[in-house]
């Protein structure tokens, strides 16, 4: 269960797209990324735009900095410390769920089995999670609307015992007034 949750940890939101970076499926396969990225270009065939794209230099930035800010984690410090983050001359290339997938057909290893089956684990958890999120903020509109609905159904009571209390002080004043002529 800790290493699904170090790979959510590693699954980033780019593009609209739920991924993992060269870097960290290369730190999870025990591999060094050139070596993952030379397999990858070997086989570039399977892997179209969808399946995985390279980052620009502001998206780079842009997540170096959520990395830097999103976790307090020591041991996932320690762990992107030692993932060589700094330095790189290229940008680094992001897969998603059907990018890592497709990895799984072109890295045979054990470990690089392993590792896939853990990750598609992790991308289902997120999904899972994000299903759940998506289900509550549907009630939640639910809930909203039925709010208004009753809000306005009050609404009509409240103006209804406005008007029978106008009409019962307007009877009494009419009951209670002096009368003009004989009595």
Do not use: C
């Amino acid at each position: 269960m800790q290493i699904i949750q170090s790979i959510q940890n590693r699954i980033y939101t780019i593009r609209g797209e739920r991924v993992l970076l060269d870097k960290d499926l290369a730190l999870l396969y025990e591999t060094e990324t050139k070596f993952l990225n030379l397999s990858v270009k070997r086989n570039i065939k399977r892997f179209p735009p969808d399946f995985m794209f390279q980052l620009t230099k502001e998206e780079y930035e842009g997540l170096r900095f959520e990395i830097e800010t999103r976790e307090k984690d020591a041991n996932l410090r320690l762990q992107i410390e030692t993932s060589s983050w700094g330095g790189s001359r290229y940008l680094p290339y992001a897969f998603t769920e059907q990018g890592v997938a497709m990895l799984s057909g072109i890295l045979n290893s054990d470990k690089a089995i392993n590792t896939n089956i853990a990750i598609m684990r992790a991308f289902i958890e997120v999904r899972k999670v994000l299903l759940q999120q998506t289900d509550m903020r549907e009630q939640l509109r639910e809930i909203k609307e039925r709010m208004g609905e009753h809000d306005s159904q009050l609404n009509q009571i409240y103006d209804a015992m406005e008007n029978l209390l106008d009409e019962k002080a307007a009877q009494r004043k009419w009951d209670e007034r002096q009368r003009i002529g004989f009595k």
